[in-house]
Nanobody, 124 residues
Framework: QVQLVESGGGLVQAGGSLRLSCTAS????????MGWFRQAPGKEREIVAA????????YYGDSVKGRFTISRDNAKNTVYLQMNSLKPDDTAVYYC?????????????????WGQGTQVFVSS
């Protein structure tokens, strides 16, 4: 019903920045709350950030507060994750997800659609 494709990942040195994008096709993103999750090898999947349908309400995981910013441009059918002051511990595959909800959702199992992920590697 909706397909999500992440982009913008890559290799960056600690202290650097990346901006991830999640672009949807098949249906407008305006009807979905959106989230970014990440999973590193041997680690549990964790919430990074989430945003409401309109973009007026956001949530951030404790480990990224003050460094990452989630935003959305519904006219472009795209959600962004701006990542600053990157640390080696940020190394993971980052996934975007969509949920038919108004509020930002922080529980992965509640999301309906997922992208394939984009790899972020932060070197020390």
């Amino acid at each position: 019903q909706v397909q999500l494709v992440e982009s913008g990942g890559g290799l960056v040195q600690a202290g650097g920045s990346l901006r991830l994008s999640c672009t949807a096709s098949g249906r407008t993103l305006s009807v979905y709350a959106m989230g970014w999750f990440r999973q590193a090898p041997g680690k549990e999947r964790e919430i990074v950030a989430a945003i409401s349908r309109s973009g007026g309400t956001t949530y951030y995981g404790d480990s990224v507060k003050g460094r990452f910013t989630i935003s959305r441009d519904n006219a472009k059918n795209t959600v962004y994750l701006q990542m600053n002051s990157l640390k080696p511990d940020d190394t993971a595959v980052y996934y975007c997800a969509a949920d038919y909800n108004i509020r930002p959702v922080t529980t992965a199992e509640l999301y309906d659609y997922w992208g394939q992920g984009t790899q972020v590697f932060v070197s020390s």
